[in-house]
């Protein structure tokens, strides 16, 4: 995960990563994808300076993956249809980039993992980007004998 977090590092905006030690059975190259597209969301829609945690942890038995900014937020309205193919919420007419495409694969790879997609809003309103992935994680035993 830190791989990816430097890919998406500048001087203007600083990535925490804060990642526990979870074993889990998931498919890498999508989870990498789902982290991936959510620091380019990130990066694409919060102003210079902004910092943006990503955070891996064990939610019960799901693994939990979020992508946290001091950003503006995503307006109520556009928080479930942010992750549709080709929708980009109020942006449509916009100049800026994007297609529409990299939430709605966030959203396809956590349901291929029997999980799901959503956003919530940071305590200083920002948005807190969230995939949760259920049933996933590994006991120990398990863990030792995949």
């Known amino acids: 995960m830190e791989r990816i977090a430097e890919a998406h590092r500048s001087g203007e905006r600083p990535i925490e990563v804060r990642a526990a030690e979870v074993v889990a059975s998931v498919d890498p190259a999508q989870i990498e994808r789902i982290i991936d597209n959510l620091l380019e969301n990130a990066a694409r829609h919060t102003p210079a300076g902004t910092p943006v945690v990503v955070r891996v942890e064990r939610a019960d038995d799901a693994v939990l993956i979020a992508v946290d900014d001091d950003g503006p937020g995503v307006p109520d309205a556009f928080r479930a249809e942010i992750f549709e193919p080709f929708n980009r919420g109020g942006k449509a007419l916009s ?48 863990a030792t004998v995949a």
């Not at 980039?97 to 349901?111: D, S, W």
């Not at 809003?121 to 980007?129: K, L």
């Open 95 to 142: 100049s800026e980039r994007g297609t529409g495409i990299g939430l709605a694969l966030v959203a396809r790879f956590a349901a291929l993992h029997g999980g799901r997609a959503w956003v919530e809003s940071t305590a200083t309103g920002g948005a807190s980007f969230r995939v949760s992935l259920p049933a996933c994680v590994l006991s120990p035993e398990a």
